[in-house]
């Protein structure tokens, strides 16, 4: 084949770029379409490699399971172009299954965004490689709907779902009744090809060799590692042996590779555990106790235990009793090995003062990242004996870091802590540990501001100066959307010279302020590629410099319900930004609707006319499919797999509507509360926005709708396409799975 089509200035993107295994899709066909049969296809793409030209072509080569050609299909990248839809390609001879694969091609572009962006992506890297530089040519539409040259219209929700209700019915009744393999060369052999490395070897191998900044391949790697971590018994504890041996052998891209392994393997576990999916907790267990086991064990060089320990604190997962137990268990016997037994904690931090200068710490809360790497999966009460030495030390550093230490990620350590800052004298504070104190004094949970009041006190007693704030600097501020998971990041971006410095806030609902770190850019070009990927990936856009005051303390709030703190890295933002102002303010969504309602009294009263309301509700119908602020909008969760799955399984031929209704009323009616939280903090994000997507008063309306709990939510537009969505993710999931599975 490569031959003819070389004259014919083409070239199949896998001989173009062998080492990429992309440029192919494999498609199971579950059932006849037209004249094609179930079975397997191969759709093979095909680029033209003629210098300069700029066709925006694809041609697919399609083959059987017999590796006979069963059909050949010209692409215009230029998607959804009525004038240049997907047909056959007339140059050669097509077979009989010609048009059914054709139409398989148009329903899996519709319904695959990923595999458009993907070839799209694959042109570019042909003209980069034929032309010599990077690909000068028009932006590519986003992916939209395909619609067949004979076609009148699309078809709509309804029809789509029904068309695939009695697949996606054959599908989770097979994987009920399917068995898992055991035998790692039989999981994903379509994927993971190399018999010379393990499956977790090459999934790592993957993950260094593949662009990591790249959207679509880390979503596509994310997929593979989800179908090890819930079908491949062994991944765990092939993993921990395998990161040993990396580490063992010090190859430091590989030992990368994989501790982002671990860390997304961690965020997919905790997500489930979120969603309460079956089996997410035996799961975790199982990671963690692996890690304890061959990490965390006697003998194990301790700096590969702090990296680890580094990634579980950044995942944010709840780390278990037997990681904390073996940790322990492990640094006594190291201990005793080394004839040490009667280690004390003084001569602990005695050890840990020499070592600063070899660890080039420069600041306390550099210092807190350090000793969290190496202590915060010990003992607690050791821990806090160990803050007490530090506390006491001559070195303000370590005083200071010994008070940061109020952030610590476990609720033991805090208020150990706590109480021994209270108990003890004033004189050992810094002057900047004392203002630390005061601005972050409400950020905590009641339980802890008393201890903390005292501290302060005993402070003021001993004659401790508080430390100025420093005075605030001009910012420019970016804000994500509020996603269906509650999260939202903020990015307040300050101007130090020539370079910038970028305070990075993430929040999240249950969690409070979920993340805080400082990113530092060395030029604008830096600081911009990274405000792209954000409005791409998370639809951030700039608002107005004092939104993240309020932002804050409602989330401060949220997280001191739950018993947690913001990570000490919040503090130095706010000496960053000389904010000393925030402090714990809960949302109240009914009294923002009545300040929204009430701004809008004055000049902006046609607003509140009834025929503003009406189009309003329409057009929120289609806020998830076409607003990026609101593509995550639906419900993924345990609870509403069970019910979808209860009524796809019973009968394949049902209501489309039916699926719809169930989650409206038996899933989201019940979260109504939640989604009017997530409703009117998007109206304050578009109305602080300086380029909003849509009017900030056109989405107060739909919070009021969903505020009137007289209003069913089935009534309510939006809330029938979340639904929608809430079907379609369930779809997609159980299709991705199957196709892994």
């Not at 700029?54 to 004038?83: M, Y």
């Not at 329409?618 to 602020?629: L, T």
Request: proline letters at 5%; one cysteine or more; hydrophobic letters at 40%.
């Amino acid at each position: 084949m490569s031959d003819e089509l070389m004259k014919q200035g083409l070239a199949p993107y896998v001989e173009l770029f062998p080492q990429t295994q992309k440029g192919m899709l494999e498609i199971s066909l579950p059932k006849k379409v037209g004249k094609a049969r179930a079975g397997v296809y191969l759709f093979v793409e095909i680029y033209c490699v003629q210098k300069g030209c700029d066709c925006r072509q694809v041609i697919l080569q399609v083959f059987n399971d017999k590796g006979k050609p069963a059909a050949c299909i010209d692409f215009c990248l230029d998607i959804g172009n009525p004038f240049a839809p997907p047909i056959l390609n007339d140059s050669g001879k097509q077979s009989a299954a010609a048009e059914g694969l054709l139409e398989i091609f148009i329903d899996m572009l519709n319904d695959a965004p990923d595999w458009y962006r993907g070839m799209c992506r694959r042109y570019r890297a042909v003209r980069k490689k034929v032309d010599g530089f990077s690909y000068k040519g028009e932006p590519f539409p986003k992916h939209r709907p395909v619609v067949e040259d004979n076609d009148e219209s699309l078809p709509d929700f309804e029809t789509l779902l029904q068309d695939i209700v009695g697949t996606l019915s054959s599908s989770i009744r097979g994987q009920k009744n399917k068995q898992v393999e055991s035998r790692q060369q039989n999981l994903f052999a379509d994927d993971f090809t190399d018999p010379e490395l393990s499956v977790m070897a090459e999934l790592v191998d993957r993950y260094r060799s593949r662009d990591l900044e790249d959207y679509d391949d880390h979503r596509e790697r994310q997929q593979q590692l989800r179908g090890c971590l819930y079908r491949y018994e062994s991944a765990a504890e092939e993993f921990a042996e395998l990161l040993i041996e990396l580490f063992i052998g010090e190859d430091e891209k590989e030992i990368d590779a994989a501790l982002r392994l671990l860390a997304d393997a961690l965020d997919i576990l905790r997500t489930d555990l979120e969603r309460q999916r079956p089996d997410a907790a035996k799961q975790m267990h199982h990671w963690q106790m692996a890690l304890a086991g061959h990490i965390f064990a006697e003998g194990v060089d301790f700096e590969l235990g702090a990296e680890v320990t580094r990634v579980l604190l950044d995942s944010r997962v709840e780390i278990l009793p037997e990681l904390h137990e073996a940790n322990t268990s492990r640094m006594l016997a190291g201990l005793e090995h080394d004839g040490m037994a009667d280690f004390s904690p003084e001569q602990a931090l005695d050890d840990l003062l020499v070592s600063l200068d070899e660890l080039e710490i420069k600041s306390s809360f550099e210092l807190v990242d350090a000793l969290l790497q190496m202590l915060a999966i010990g003992d607690a009460t050791a821990q806090v004996t160990l803050c007490t030495q530090l506390f006491f030390a001559d070195l303000p550093l370590a005083r200071s870091a010994a008070v940061l230490m109020l952030f610590h990620p476990h609720a033991n350590v805090r208020t150990g802590v706590a109480e021994f800052l209270a108990q003890t004298a004033g004189q050992n504070f810094t002057p900047e540990s004392l203002r630390r104190l005061i601005v972050s004094r409400n950020w905590f949970p009641e339980a802890l501001r008393k201890n903390l009041d005292q501290a302060i006190a005993n402070a003021r007693r001993a004659r401790i100066e508080c430390a100025p704030l420093p005075q605030g600097m001009k910012k420019q501020v970016y804000a994500s959307a509020i996603d269906g998971a509650g999260a939202q990041s903020l990015q307040i971006v300050l101007q130090q010279g020539k370079s910038y410095l970028s305070c990075s806030i993430m929040l999240k609902k249950g969690f409070g302020v979920a993340d805080a770190f400082l990113i530092p850019f060395p030029n604008k070009r830096e600081l911009n590629l990274f405000l792209k990927m954000m409005r791409q990936e998370a639809g951030g856009t700039e608002v107005a410099t004092d939104y993240p005051d309020r932002r804050l303390c409602q989330a401060l709030a949220d997280g001191a319900g739950e018993g947690k703190v913001p990570s000490h890295w919040l503090v130095a933002i706010a000496e960053q930004l000389g904010s000393d102002q925030w402090k714990a303010d809960p949302l109240d969504a009914r009294r923002e609707l009545a300040m929204f309602r009430e701004s809008l009294q004055g000049k902006g009263r046609k607003m509140l006319l009834e025929p503003v309301r009406q189009y309003a509700l329409q057009q929120s119908a289609d806020w998830p499919e076409q607003q990026h602020f609101a593509h995550s909008w639906f419900e993924d969760d345990a609870e509403v797999d069970r019910r979808l799955e209860a009524i796809f399984v019973e009968d394949a031929r049902i209501d489309p509507m039916e699926p719809i209704i169930e989650l409206l009323d038996q899933v989201i009616e019940p979260r109504r509360e939640l989604w009017l939280e997530r409703l009117v903090l998007t109206t304050g994000w578009l109305k602080a926005a300086k380029r909003p997507p849509v009017l900030w008063e056109h989405m107060f309306h739909v919070a009021e709708a969903v505020a009137d709990k007289s209003v069913p939510l089935r009534e309510i537009p939006l809330m029938i396409a979340v639904a929608e969505n809430s079907v379609g993710a369930f779809m997609g999931r159980k299709i991705e799975e199957e196709d892994l599975f």
